[in-house]
């Protein structure tokens, strides 16, 4: 059993976390309307389509907030790996085998929209709350800045070692945006 934390890119928004034998995809696999796996590379999507590694076993699908380029691809990965999303979990720790994830609710971008920090591994995920030297946008339904203001203080408050998984873009870290970011 592996007992690094990997951290796969799938897609625009779609990250594969295995750790400690566990596989869990992080916000699907993005394409255009109606034809939702379009962003993966051809070679990302033969494997799926064939199950190769690391495809193979999918064990659990959770979602940073509910908007389209996120939770695309749902119903296959449901059919297909025997799923069932995890869509805007309560705050706290969330009791998935292999990982401790914590569950930071961080309205904002979209009243649904949470974050999952992995404290052992000093890792975060943050959907479209935060991104490299900038945040989520706010003008879309949903969408309130006072909130994702709110959240913010909830992200800058984590260790200044934190990596940075945003659902797109560059990974970061807590300490780069302290010192970059024009909203934190």
């Not at 951290?7 to 625009?12: D, E, G, M, Q, R």
């Not at 070679?43 to 996120?70: N, R, S």
């Not at 920090?117 to 490299?132: H, I, K, N, R, S």
Request: charged share 20%; proline share 8%; aromatic share 10%.
């Amino acid at each position: 059993m592996d007992n690094t934390l990997r951290v796969t890119l799938v897609c625009n928004a779609g990250l594969l976390l295995e750790y400690h034998g566990t596989t869990l995809l992080l916000d699907g696999i993005y394409g255009k309307e109606g034809h939702p796996f379009s962003n993966l590379t051809p070679q990302v999507w033969k494997q799926m389509k064939a199950g190769e590694p690391p495809f193979e076993k999918i064990d659990y699908l959770l979602f940073t907030h509910a908007h389209p380029d996120h939770i695309c691809g749902q119903e296959y990965l449901e059919r297909t790996y025997g799923l069932s999303a995890i869509i805007q979990p309560a705050e706290g720790r969330l009791p998935i085998e292999g990982f401790g994830i914590q569950v930071i609710s961080t309205p904002g971008h979209k009243e649904d929209c949470v974050c999952y920090y992995l404290p052992e591994e000093d890792v975060l995920f943050t959907g479209d709350t935060l991104f490299q030297e900038s945040i989520g946008r706010t003008d879309l339904p949903g969408g309130d800045m006072h909130q994702l203001m709110l959240s913010l203080r909830k992200l800058v408050v984590l260790p200044e070692q934190t990596k940075v998984y945003p659902g797109h873009g560059y990974p970061t870290s807590i300490a780069h945006e302290r010192q970059y970011n024009p909203y934190l």
